[in-house]
C-alpha cells in the first residue's frame, strides 16, 4: 500500500487540473453572492453540485481507461462512434466556446486583483492583459512539450490551485480565532434546505416585513434571486469544458486500465477537495461580512442596482428615462427599509469582501486575496488554453500534433489579450449570453454521452462496469439535476425582458429537447446492431 500511494502522489494531476479549472472567476462570483444573498444556509450548495460532478467525472475515468489504447479510443471518438456523431460535436463545440469566451473573464479576474486587490496602478489594463498573456503563452508551450517541462508545469498547476486554496483558508481561520464565525450556523448550513428555491432565507423575514407595502415584491426578488444562485453555482462547479478535458489530462498522464483505482481517488483529492475548502472559505468569509448586515461596505452602484429594482416596482421602468435628479430623488425619498435590503442584497467584490476584512486580518488582507485571485485567474485561464488546444487538434483530427494543440490554445489567450474590451459594455452582453446557453444546454449532452457510453456493449467490450444498476442510478441522478439546472437557466432566459436573451433561450430549450431525443434515438440504432 505504501508504494502504490507514493506511486498515486508521484502520478497525480488530472485531478487538480480539473480544480484549476473549476476554481475560476464563476465559482469565486458564485461564492461571493451565496454568502450574501443566503449566508451559512448555502454552505451545502456547492458540494453537493460538484459531488453530482464528480459521478460523472468518475464515469468518464472509467471509459477512458477500460479502452485498450485510450489514445487511440479516446472518449470523442467512442461517442462518434458508439453514441452519436451530432451529440459528439455539440459536445466539443460547447467547449471551445465556453473556452474562448470565459477565458476573457479569467484575464479581466487577473487584472482587477492585480488592480484592485494588489495595488499596481498602471496607465492601461492592456498593460497586465500583455503580461498575463505571455506568462500563459510560455507555460502552455513548455506543457505541450514531453517530459519533465510538462511535468513541470502540472506542478505549478498545483501549487496555484494550493495558494488559492491556502488564501481563502488563513481567512477564514483568523475569522474562527477572533469570533467571528457563528459555530452553530455553520454546522447547520450544511444540511440542505430545498425550500429555498422558493422561499428566502429566515434572516430576511424582520426586514422583508418592515417594508410593508412591498413585502411581496421583496419575497420574490429573495427568492428569485437565490433560485439563479443556485442554478448558477451548479453550472460553475462542472462546466463542459471541464468534461472534455479529464480524458485528454489522463492520457497525458500515461494512465492505464490498472489506474482506474488511482484516477478515483484523484478526483476526490485533486478535486474534490480543494474546490470545497476554496468554495466554503469564500461563501463562509462573506457570509461573516454582508449576509443579512445594513450596514456593511457597499459599493454605489451595486447598492443602486437592488433600490431600482425596487423603484420600478413601484414607479415602472420609465424612471430610467427621466433625469438623474429625478431617479435620485426617488432613491433618497425610498422607505428606509427599503434602503436596509438593498444594501443587504447587493453583490460584492473580492475587492469589497477584502476591505470588509481588514478588521480581522488587518492591512494584509488585501495582498492575501490578491494573491488567492490571481493564482485562481492564471491558473484557470491555462487549463481553458489546454482544452482548446485538444479541442481543435481533435476537430481538425490531428490529436497528438503540438503545432495544433498550441494553435488552438492560443485563441482563448487572445481573448484574454483584449478582455478590457471584450468583457465589458455591450460586446460583453452580446457574447456572453449566447455562450451561456450554449455551456448550459451541452452539459446535460455530455453528461446522456458518457451514460451511454457505460452502457454501450460495443464501446466497453468486456469492460463493463461492475454495479452497473448502482452507476446508473448515479449517472441518472446527477444527470437529472444538471438537466433541471439547464432547463431553468434557459427558462429564466425565455421570461427576460431582453428580446435577445428571450430569443436564446427559446433555441436553446428547443436545441436541447431535439438533442436528447436524437442522440438516444442514434445511440438505440448503434445498439441495435451490435445486438443483432
Not at 479502452?67 to 459528439?88: G, M, W, Y
Not at 421583496?218 to 469544458?241: E, L
Not at 454495479?467 to 441522478?477: A, K, Q, T
Request: overall charge positive; some cysteine; proline content about 3%.
Amino acid at each position: 500500500m505504501a508504494l502504490s500511494n507514493k506511486k498515486y502522489f508521484k502520478n497525480s494531476g488530472p485531478g487538480w487540473i480539473q480544480a484549476a479549472v473549476t476554481l475560476g472567476g464563476g465559482t469565486l462570483v458564485s461564492s461571493l453572492y451565496l454568502g450574501v444573498i443566503g449566508g451559512y444556509d448555502f454552505l451545502w450548495l456547492q458540494p453537493l453540485a460538484m459531488l453530482c460532478g464528480i459521478i460523472m467525472l468518475g464515469a468518464l475515468n472509467y471509459i477512458t481507461l477500460s479502452q485498450d489504447e485510450p489514445k487511440k479510443n479516446r472518449p470523442f471518438i467512442l461517442a462518434k462512434n458508439h453514441v452519436s456523431n451530432t451529440l459528439a460535436w455539440g459536445w466539443l463545440v460547447g467547449a471551445v466556446v465556453a473556452n474562448i469566451v470565459f477565458c476573457a473573464s479569467q484575464f479581466a479576474l487577473g487584472t482587477d486583483a492585480i488592480q484592485g486587490n494588489l495595488g499596481w496602478d498602471v496607465s492601461s489594463p492592456y498593460i497586465i492583459t500583455f503580461i498575463l498573456f505571455i506568462v500563459a503563452l510560455v507555460l502552455i508551450w513548455l506543457f505541450s512539450a514531453e517530459g519533465k517541462l510538462s511535468e513541470w508545469v502540472n506542478n505549478v498547476i498545483k501549487v496555484l490551485v494550493a495558494t488559492v486554496v491556502i488564501s481563502f483558508m488563513i481567512v477564514v481561520v483568523v475569522l474562527g480565532m477572533k469570533g467571528g464565525i457563528e459555530w452553530g450556523a455553520f454546522f447547520k448550513g450544511w444540511i440542505p434546505d430545498f425550500s429555498l428555491l422558493f422561499n428566502p432565507s429566515e434572516s430576511y423575514s424582520s426586514f422583508i416585513a418592515d417594508t410593508g407595502a412591498y413585502s411581496d415584491f421583496w419575497k420574490g426578488y429573495i427568492a428569485d434571486n437565490q433560485r439563479n444562485i443556485i442554478i448558477g453555482a451548479f453550472g460553475t462547479a462542472v462546466g463542459i469544458n471541464m468534461t472534455f478535458l479529464l480524458p485528454y489530462a489522463l492520457m497525458k498522464k500515461n494512465w492505464k486500465r490498472s489506474d482506474r483505482k488511482w484516477s478515483q481517488y484523484d478526483l476526490m483529492f485533486g478535486l474534490f477537495i480543494p474546490f470545497v475548502l476554496g468554495a466554503t472559505c469564500l461563501v463562509l468569509s462573506t457570509a461573516t461580512q454582508f449576509h443579512a448586515k445594513k450596514n456593511a461596505v457597499i459599493s454605489e452602484k451595486a447598492y443602486n442596482d437592488v433600490l431600482d429594482k425596487r423603484l420600478e416596482a413601484e414607479h415602472g421602468e420609465y424612471i430610467h428615462q427621466n433625469s438623474k435628479e429625478y431617479l435620485d430623488e426617488l432613491r433618497n425619498n425610498v422607505g428606509l427599509a427599503d434602503k436596509n435590503l438593498s444594501i443587504m442584497l447587493a453583490k460584492r467584490s473580492a475587492t469589497e469582501l477584502a476591505t470588509a476584512l481588514e478588521p480581522f486580518l488587518g492591512k494584509h488582507v488585501q495582498l492575501i486575496f490578491g494573491i488567492g485571485i490571481l493564482a485562481m485567474a492564471i491558473s484557470t485561464m491555462l487549463i481553458h488554453m489546454m482544452i482548446n488546444g485538444y479541442a481543435l487538434s481533435e476537430a481538425f483530427g490531428h490529436y497528438g500534433s503540438r503545432k495544433w494543440f498550441l494553435i488552438g490554445a492560443t485563441i482563448p489567450a487572445l481573448s484574454g489579450l483584449f478582455s478590457p474590451f471584450i468583457w465589458a459594455g455591450s460586446v460583453k452582453a452580446a457574447i456572453v449570453v449566447p455562450a451561456s446557453v450554449i455551456a448550459t444546454m451541452f452539459l446535460p449532452i455530455a453528461y446522456l454521452i458518457f451514460i451511454l457510453l457505460m452502457n454501450s456493449k460495443k464501446a466497453m467490450n468486456d469492460q463493463m462496469v461492475r454495479r452497473r444498476l448502482l452507476w446508473n442510478v448515479l449517472m441518472i441522478f446527477a444527470t437529472g439535476i444538471a438537466s433541471f439546472a439547464s432547463v431553468w437557466a434557459l427558462i429564466g432566459k425565455i421570461n427576460s425582458a431582453n428580446p435577445y436573451e428571450n430569443m436564446l433561450g427559446l433555441v436553446g430549450l428547443i436545441a436541447l429537447s431535439t438533442l436528447l431525443v436524437f442522440g438516444l434515438y442514434q445511440f438505440w440504432q448503434k445498439e441495435r446492431k451490435v445486438l443483432s
